[in-house]
Every structure is written in C-alpha cells, then in structure tokens.
C-alpha cells in the first residue's frame, strides 16, 4: 500500500494493489449490501404504512421490555443511549476523524467515515419528516416525554454506520480473515445492544431500528463502492480514480 500527497489540498489518498478478484468481489458486495438493505428497508417500511407482518411485532416487543426492566440494566442502556445520541455521537466522530488524520497523515478514509455518518443524519431526517410516524407511548419511556417522530432510529442508525463503515475501513486492509471477522462480529454486537438500548428505553418500535439497519447497509454499500474506486488497482489495471 501507498500514499500520495495532492500537494495544493494537501490530500492523502491511499492507493492499495489488490487482484482483480478480489476488487471484483468488493464491488459485487457493494451492489448486494445496497440492493439487500434498500430493499429491506422498503419492506419493513411499507409494513409499517400497512401495520402488518413485521410491524405486528412492535406493539408485543415493546411490552415485553416494558415489563423487563432492571435498574442495573437500565444503567447500562442509557449509557449506550447517551454515547451514539445527537450530542456525543457527533463529538465522538469529529474527534476520532481529527485524531486519524493527525495520525496517520491522510485524510480518505477519515473523510469516509465522517461522510458517512453526515450521509445517515440527511437520510434520518428526511425520511422521519416522511413518514411522520410516532412513537410509542410516553409512559413507555424512561427518560422523559419525546414528540418527535419515530421512524427510523438515528440512535440505531448513527450507531450502525459508526460501526459498520468503521470496521469496513479500518479492517478492509488486512490481509488475514481473522481480524476482519472479529471487527465485523464487534460492530453487530454494538448495533445490537444498541438496538436493545432503544426498545428498552421504549423510544422506537423495533421496525424502526430494523429500517436504521437495513438504511446502514446501504451506506455501507456505497463506502465499499466509492472506496474500491478511488483506491483499489490491480497489477493489470491501476485504480480508476484520478491520480494526484
């Protein structure tokens, strides 16, 4: 792997050398995570519009952690709520993306994941502003009364871009399958106790955090897509994004 300076923006960008099949199947996963995620978020969505089929589940999930909760988990679960919330989230990822840059003299993959995480925010409101669905019962929820609409979770979808593009570009270049099915295995285990985090709160139906999840492949997908592109050659083929 290399790196060139652009030296008037002062860009890094990675160049790395790998062998057409495996740029082949970066980019066939790329298609399959957009197509799978946008299709199963347009699933749960029109079950949502129509209140069948998933969308029964909500109403029976959320009385089961209604009626399941314990002080010391509840500790934990606002602790995960507070962390990948709009107010620590967005600290976390500016401080993580300037900690990167310093350290490692580049700015692409930095600047992927902080794309992405912007990319999720637009994608949450607009689609929540959409849908205009609300969300369960205040007397569900432990932390106060929230009016805003519920669907999808930007807790969950924060959470799930977060974890999931930064496991992609930080163990995309390694070479042993070890370490990059550990960093995938950790990145589910953050959604999902994030995703508990919601429905114990009883702020979001479970639908609503399926939808951030399958949102969160698409963006994945297209990190996978974007990356592959600008930094990814082959020894027959250089990478096809412009050079510095």
Do not use: C
């Amino acid at each position: 792997m290399k790196a060139h300076w652009i030296l008037h923006g002062k860009l890094v960008v990675e160049e790395r050398q790998v062998s057409a099949r495996t740029r082949k199947m970066l980019y066939i996963a790329a298609v399959v995570l957009v197509l799978a995620g946008s299709g199963f978020f347009f699933l749960t969505l029109t079950d949502v519009l129509q209140k069948d089929d998933l969308a029964t589940l909500d109403e029976p999930v959320n009385s089961w952690f209604v009626g399941h909760r314990i002080a010391a988990v509840t500790v934990v679960m606002v602790v995960l709520a507070t962390v990948f919330g709009p107010v620590v989230l967005p600290i976390v990822v500016v401080m993580v993306t300037a900690v990167w840059i310093v350290k490692a003299r580049h700015i692409w993959r930095p600047l992927l994941l902080a794309g992405a995480m912007t990319a999720g925010v637009v994608l949450a409101e607009v689609i929540t502003h959409l849908v205009g669905r609300a969300r369960p019962p205040a007397s569900a929820m432990l932390l106060g009364s929230d009016s805003t609409y519920s669907f999808p979770s930007g807790h969950v979808l924060g959470a799930s871009d977060f974890l999931l593009v930064g496991a992609f570009i930080v163990f995309s270049r390694r070479r042993r399958p070890g370490p990059v099915l550990a960093g995938f295995l950790a990145a589910w285990g953050g959604i999902a106790a994030q995703v508990v985090s919601r429905l114990y709160l009883g702020y979001h139906w479970l639908t609503d955090a399926l939808a951030s999840i399958a949102l969160s492949l698409v963006v994945l997908g297209v990190v996978i897509a974007l990356d592959t592109w600008r930094t990814a050659g082959t020894p027959e083929e250089p990478r096809a994004g412009p050079g510095p």
